[in-house]
Every structure is written in C-alpha cells, then in structure tokens.
C-alpha cells in the first residue's frame, strides 16, 4: 500500500504510471505491504482463474517474495509503478519500499522489479514467472 499521496497518469516508460502529487524526501517510507489492503492469491487461484482474469493479474501482480505460491496484487495504485534501471525508490527490503532520492511532485515514482522479484523477466505470464521458466 502506498503511503504518500499519489495519482495515475501517462506515463513516457510505459502506458501510465504512478506519480508523486507532491514532494517526497530521500528516506520516506513510500510504500508498506498492507495484508488488509494488498491481496496475496494462491497461485492454484490464478491457474484456475478465467482469461481475462488472468491478463489482469499478468499485467499488475507479482510473485510474493516471501510467500512461495502466492502472487501479489495491489489494489491501490501502486499496482501502475513501472519498472527501471535507475528508479527513485528502493523495494529490496520487501514489506517497506523507501524514497532513494527526493522526489518532486509530478515525478513518476520507478521501482526496479528485481529488487523484490529476484528473478525478473518479462516473461507472458504468472505462472512461467513464479516457475521461473524463460
């Protein structure tokens, strides 16, 4: 769950993204999993799931790092934070993600999916995801 005010908009890394709507300092603990807010599915759910169901959840949900058989979805917006090389937060330490630099309001906030999916890759779907198939 995000825990600084944000908003969804276009976005130049992909389709939209998530942005700050208003300053952030370096440190600020931008981000926190919320059980009562971000929803962990069992993978036998998703498996089971229907098509459109499930290209929902390929699109904005990721393996649980620390909960093997589950995925992760958030329903706030942080389920449209993008992916980056050089993002302006850091989510290595899952269960709190933090403000690597300040960030300015109107900024889209970026995360490097490696940090809490170790195995990154922008595989077609959950399940070669979770399984770590190519």
């Known amino acids: ?5 944000t908003y969804v ?6 389709g939209v993204g998530v ?3 208003e300053p952030i300092k370096k440190g600020t603990v931008i ?12 993978m036998d759910k998703y498996l089971s799931a229907p098509p459109y169901l499930k ?3 390929d699109r904005y949900a990721y393996p649980s790092p620390d909960r093997p058989g589950f995925i992760v979805y958030e329903v706030d917006n942080g389920r449209f934070m993008n992916h980056s090389e050089t993002p302006n937060t850091d989510f290595s330490d899952f269960g ?3 403000a690597i630099r300040d960030i300015e309001a109107g900024e889209e906030l970026t995360c490097n999916y490696g940090d809490f999916f170790k195995d990154f890759e922008l595989l077609p779907n ?3 995801r979770a399984n770590g198939e190519k």
């Open 1 to 5: 769950m995000l825990l600084v005010s």
């Open 9 to 14: 908009a276009p976005s130049a890394v992909e």
């Open 19 to 21: 942005f700050a709507a």
């Open 31 to 42: 981000w926190r999993f919320e059980p009562e807010f971000d929803r962990l599915i069992p």
């Open 55 to 57: 290209d929902l959840l």
């Open 96 to 98: 709190g993600a933090r």
């Open 126 to 128: 959950l399940a070669e």
